[in-house]
């Protein structure tokens, strides 16, 4: 499984990628034969204005299927931590349906 971070108007530490990387890892350990690639996306929409605008999109391939996650928080981390949850849902969905 492939892992790749982009960002966008956000500076990350790389102790914060690598810990973006782990926490992916460690969600998807069980899926690692079915998935692909995953890319994460953060963002920070609104800049330097502040708000509820920090967004982590993830995309994955799964078995030549796209799945992608979207979560926007206040905090970066938060938002991680959600769009990869949601991401480990939507993979068990996607593999739970899809013929043997």
Do not use: W, Y
Not at 57 to 83: P, Q, S, W, Y
């Amino acid at each position: 499984m492939q892992i790749h971070i982009a960002r966008r108007k956000v500076m990350i530490s790389r102790t914060f990628q690598a810990s973006i990387r782990s926490q992916v890892a460690a969600k998807l350990r069980r899926f690692t034969s079915a998935v692909e690639t995953v890319q994460v996306e953060l963002a920070d929409r609104n800049g330097r204005r502040g708000g509820c605008d920090k967004r982590c999109r993830i995309r994955a391939t799964v078995k030549g299927a796209r799945i992608a996650c979207d979560d926007v928080r206040a905090n970066l981390r938060t938002a991680v931590r959600h769009a990869i949850d949601q991401l480990e849902t939507a993979i068990h969905r996607q593999l739970r349906s899809s013929p043997v």
